[in-house]
């Protein structure tokens, strides 16, 4: 399975986007994860959940503005920012993993990797 990850771009504070994550093929089994790295920053867990559906989780830090959706049919998970932030000013990665529910915020437990988009929030 290959991810491509897209929809970043430039936005005033207070603005969204809708970032989607492809898959070359269905991951039925996989969990899929959102996480963001900040220039000069650590990457960071954003969100995850089975690609299938069911729960999602989210960072605190997000929370209540940030919202993922899925397209089975296009193989897609999007990621909606809200209500944005100078600080969500980040590059974006979806990754997949096959690991339990309590490790999901764990980025070294993801195995498949999208090349990542740019997300610009202007204050």
């Known amino acids: 399975v290959q991810l491509q990850a897209s929809g970043g771009g430039l936005v005033e504070a207070g603005g969204s986007l809708r970032l989607s994550c492809a898959a070359s093929?269905?991951?039925?089994?996989?969990?899929v994860g959102w996480f963001r790295q900040a220039p000069g920053k650590e990457r960071e867990f954003v969100s995850a959940?089975?690609?299938?559906?069911?729960?999602?989780r989210y960072a605190d830090s997000v929370k209540g503005r940030f919202t993922v959706s899925r397209d089975n049919a296009k193989n897609t998970v999007f990621l909606q920012l809200n209500s944005l932030k100078p600080e969500d000013t980040a590059v974006y990665y979806c990754?997949?993993?096959?690991?339990?529910?309590?490790?999901?915020?764990?980025?070294?437990?993801?195995?498949?990797w999208g090349q990542g988009t740019l997300v610009t929030v202007s204050s």
């Open positions: 990754a997949l993993t096959r690991i339990v529910w309590s490790e999901i915020a764990n980025q070294n437990r993801y195995t498949i």
């Open positions: 093929e269905r991951p039925q089994s996989y969990t």
């Open positions: 959940g089975k690609w299938s559906g069911g729960p999602i």
